[in-house]
Structures are given as C-alpha cells and as structure tokens.
C-alpha cells in the first residue's frame, strides 16, 4: 500500500524535531509540546523514541496490501499512548481505513486515552483495558492484525507481544524490550550474599547503577 499523502501542519516557528505533518494539539494533548508549543529534554527524548519506530512502521505499512476494512495494528504496553497516537495521526488518518488497537493494563490510561481519542475525532482507534496476554483470546481484538508493536512494554510483556503477533498470524512486529525492569530487579535481588558486599555487586549498588546497567544488559 502507498504511504498517504502528509500535508504539513506545524508552523515554521515549532521547534525543528516536529513532523512538519504532526498535529500540534495532539503533542499539546499528550503533553509532549506545552501549551506555548515548547519542548523539554524528557519529551524531545520521547518524541525522538516514537518517531525512530514510526520510520520503521511507516515502511512496513505501506508495503503491505490491506483488506477492505484497511490495516490493522495492536500497540501493547501502550501506556499513554503516545505511539499509537502519533501512527494514527501521521498515516492512519489520512487512510480514511484501517484500525489500531492500544492495549493497556492500567484502566486510568485506557480512559484518558479513550476520552483523547474521541475529542480528537480519531474514530478509529481503541484501547482496551487488557494484558498482553489476555489479549490474545480476547473477542474484542480481530483474528487477524497486521502489525503488532511494543515500545518498552514492562518486564516479559515484550515476550507476551511476540506471542500475541505468532497467534494473530501477523505479517509484521516491531519491538523495542523492556528497557531494564526485569534485569533490574534480578540484579536488586543478588546485590549481595548472605547480607556481605560483593566486588561484583558494587557496580549497581545505588538504584541509579541498577537502572543503568539493567539496561546496557538488556
């Protein structure tokens, strides 16, 4: 399939990092740009994330034949959504066709993304309040998706996501793991031995040294 057409929207005056297609009230809405349309470290950080994976799923999309209803794509992990939105918005919306799926645990998000998702007029998305796991028998996902995604869904859910994309017979997946919770907390529970200091286990002593080296492991 042919990437739609992207008229961009943005004015000169946005900082340079933002799609010239992005709508800007969705990054406002997502709290990525504040409301003067600036943009700190933590969000640049995070935007960079989702646009490096959507140049991949860009690519995969429109290389892929839809059906009638149009492509298909389950985002698990999906937290505030932030990836599914940005995919909705800079491809699925123009389409016209096509359907993407957040799945998330945390029922707080799943609302706050429901309610995003309709004053935004994006008709064409749902977030549904489920495991990775859970997902892949659940009547309220198709039987077929076309691409299953995951940008650091917590702990195995990554492995999870992988299983979920086998049983939906995907034709794509792409997935960036945890970035270091599970390693992380295996390292917190062998910092050291019958209560002494290790040589080893000085390196992720601080939770700061934990985090980090959970995930170069990773």
């Known amino acids: ?7 961009p ?8 990092e933002i799609d010239p297609a992005q709508s800007v009230e969705l990054l406002k809405e997502l709290h990525i740009l504040t ?6 470290q933590d969000s640049r950080r995070k935007l960079k994330q989702v646009y490096h994976l959507f140049q991949f799923i860009e690519k995969l999309l429109g290389e892929l034949p839809a059906s009638s209803t149009g492509l298909t794509l389950a985002d698990h992990g999906a937290g505030k959504s932030y990836l599914g939105f940005i995919v909705y918005d800079l491809y699925f919306k123009a389409l016209g066709a096509g359907h993407i799926y957040g799945i998330e645990t945390r029922s707080e998000l799943v609302t706050k993304s429901q309610e995003l998702a309709a004053r935004l007029g994006f ?3 749902s977030f549904l309040n489920l495991s990775v796991a859970e997902s892949t028998q659940s009547a309220l996902l198709p039987e077929r998706i076309d691409v299953v995604t995951a940008l650091h869904a917590c ?10 994309g ?6 794509a997946m792409v997935l960036v793991p945890c970035c270091q919770a599970e390693v992380a907390a295996c390292l917190r529970q ?3 031995l019958n209560g002494s200091k290790t040589p080893l286990s000085e ?16």
């Open 1 to 7: 399939m042919k990437s739609p057409q992207r008229k």
């Open 9 to 16: 929207l943005v004015p000169p005056t946005l900082p340079p």
């Open 35 to 40: 409301r003067d349309g600036k943009l700190n």
């Open 123 to 125: 008709g064409r998305m």
């Open 155 to 164: 702990d195995t859910a990554t492995d999870d996501a992988i299983a979920f």
């Open 166 to 171: 086998l049983q939906k017979n995907a034709r």
């Open 190 to 192: 062998n910092k050291a």
């Open 203 to 218: 390196l992720w002593r601080h939770p700061l040294h934990t985090r980090e080296m959970g995930s170069q492991i990773t």
